[in-house]
T-cell receptor
Framework: GAVVSQHPSWVICKSGTSVKIECRSL??????MFWYRQFPKQSLMLMAT?????????EQGVEKDKFLINHASLTLSTLTVTSAHPEDSSFYIC??????????FGPGTRLTVT | AQSVTQPDIHITVSEGASLELRCNYS??????LFWYVQSPGQGLQLLLK??????LVQGIKGFEAEFKRSQSSFNLRKPSVHWSDAAEYFC???????????FGQGTELSVKP
């Protein structure tokens, strides 16, 4: 149980375009989802926290107009990287929880912007 | 400021040898502490967690960790490492079980045959 999936697992896009990453909780309802960013050989940095039906709360330094997060249902959250640039290339990881449970992590999405 | 430090970026151990991965934290309140393992192509998997009670906690895959408040440490140990343990290990601290997590830099474990 407690499986979280992400789609796509790897995406390449051209500079200036937008790309959407999906995060789904497959066997539980996720009241809260988190989005992390991980650079190669570095730690996970929390980008934002989203609660179903509410606006996401972004961490300091994260551009909310660039990284659009939508948590429209209890099983799906999306992260859209708008007007992507090469510096946005990274590994994006989501996690989900229900109620006060621990976080369950997705396998991550590797974004490469050319 | 809240932070987690994993002093060792990369560790290599021989298969069958014991392992200890270090983790130090800085946190104002009583911390919730976690160890995760990340393998290529897979999501972070929770190895163990500490909230309160017995300071020696047992996890999955034969791992254990000891919380030492006086040293602000939560080191991960395994008595005998298997080749399949090669992965990236992250220590994390949070304000509660399901809240925001602050991760350490990670320790990459390599296992020699």
């Amino acid at each position: 149980g407690a499986v979280v999936s992400q789609h796509p697992s790897w995406v390449i896009c051209k500079s200036g375009t937008s790309v959407k990453i999906e995060c789904r909780s497959l066997d539980f309802q996720a009241t809260t989802m988190f989005w992390y960013r991980q650079f190669p050989k570095q730690s996970l940095m929390l980008m934002a926290t989203s609660n179903e039906g509410s606006k996401a709360t972004y961490e300091q330094g994260v551009e909310k107009d660039k990284f659009l997060i939508n948590h429209a249902s209890l099983t799906l959250s999306t992260l859209t990287v708008t007007s992507a640039h090469p510096e946005d290339s990274s590994f994006y990881i989501c996690s989900a929880r229900t109620g006060g449970s621990e976080q369950y992590f997705g396998p991550g999405t590797r974004l490469t912007v050319t | 400021a809240q932070s987690v430090t994993q002093p060792d970026i990369h560790i290599t151990v021989s298969e069958g040898a014991s392992l200890e991965l270090r983790c130090n934290y800085s946190y104002g309140a009583t911390p919730y502490l976690f160890w995760y393992v990340q393998s290529p192509g897979q999501g972070l998997q929770l190895l163990l967690k500490y909230f309160s009670g017995d300071t020696l906690v047992q996890g999955i895959k034969g791992f254990e960790a000891e919380f030492k408040r006086s040293q602000s440490s939560f080191n991960l140990r395994k008595p005998s490492v298997h080749w399949s343990d090669a992965a990236e290990y992250f220590c994390a601290v949070g304000e509660n079980q399901g809240g925001k997590l602050i991760f350490g830099q990670g320790t990459e474990l390599s296992v020699k045959p």
